[in-house]
């Protein structure tokens, strides 16, 4: 397990950009996928990008696909995810995790460590 802590989350007008943050305790970082989830109110919590452990593969969800970007660093135990021409459906808390393991990994279930969520608001 991994103690993951998000950040970079804030209020933003239509077409802006944000840039989150997600800090990993632990020496074993790099032996982890990242992936970024997304909550709004009401709805469930969803999928919007990962990252294999050694950064060369990614996937995203096809409402975010060309607008954002996932990348890690492994020196630094930091994922962050680039957002970019964001929509007010956007707004949502984002959330973090981890999953140990060498696949690309997509579902919920499939990461065992989660931040806390920060929160980002798209005003339109």
């Known amino acids: 397990q991994v103690q993951l802590v998000e950040s970079g989350g804030g209020l933003v007008q239509a077409g802006g950009s944000l840039r989150l943050s997600c800090v990993a305790s632990g020496r074993t970082f790099s032996s982890y996928a990242m992936g970024w989830f997304r909550q709004a109110p009401g709805k469930e919590r969803e999928f919007v990008a990962t990252?294999?452990?050694?950064?060369?593969?990614?996937r995203y969800a096809d409402s975010v696909k060309g607008r954002f970007t996932i990348s890690r660093d492994n020196a630094r135990n930091t994922v962050y995810l680039q957002m970019n021409s964001l929509k007010p459906e956007d707004t949502a808390v984002y959330y973090c995790?981890?999953?140990?393991?060498?696949?690309?990994?997509?579902?919920?279930?499939?990461?065992?460590?989660w931040g806390q969520g920060t929160q980002v608001t798209v005003s339109s």
């Open positions: 995790a981890a999953a140990r393991g060498s696949y690309v990994y997509t579902v919920a279930q499939d990461f065992g460590s």
């Open positions: 990252i294999r452990w050694s950064g060369g593969s990614t």
